[in-house]
Nanobody, 119 residues
Framework: QVQLVESGGGLVQPGGSLRLSCASSVDIKSIYQLGWYRQGPGNVRRPVATIRNTGGTDYAKSAEGRFTITRDNAKNTVNLQMNSLKHEDTAVYFC?????????????WGQGTQVTVSS
């Protein structure tokens, strides 16, 4: 069982920055992939950025060049630095952990943190 707790959401003006952090209850070195997803009003949940335990990363096109995902193994956290924020980045952001149990992948989710980009 993995518990994830997000923090760092809030209200920011367009062009501003926010840093989201997600704390894991287990050693993240044991987690195959960590990621951030978001869900806007009336939309499905979509991936924003993911990072594997090898360090490899993937970004949604909308996030490339503006967002950076990192993992801190010492603190068991995964972070999302978001710069040059736009109105369309407004959403609830969810932390995700994908754990490999003998080739069976299981997903865990945090409770979500609201990010609102508005002037």
């Amino acid at each position: 069982q993995v518990q994830l707790v997000e923090s760092g959401g809030g209200l920011v003006q367009p062009g501003g920055s926010l840093r989201l952090s997600c704390a894991s209850s287990v050693d993240i070195k044991s987690i195959y992939q960590l990621g951030w997803y978001r869900q806007g009003p009336g939309n499905v949940r979509r991936p924003v950025a993911t990072i594997r335990n090898t360090g490899g990363t993937d970004y949604a096109k909308s996030a490339e060049g503006r967002f950076t995902i990192t993992r801190d193994n010492a603190k068991n956290t995964v972070n999302l630095q978001m710069n040059s924020l736009k109105h369309e980045d407004t959403a609830v952001y969810f932390c995700n952990a994908e754990v490999n149990y003998s080739s069976v992948l299981k997903n865990y989710w945090g409770q979500g943190t609201q990010v609102t980009v508005s002037s």
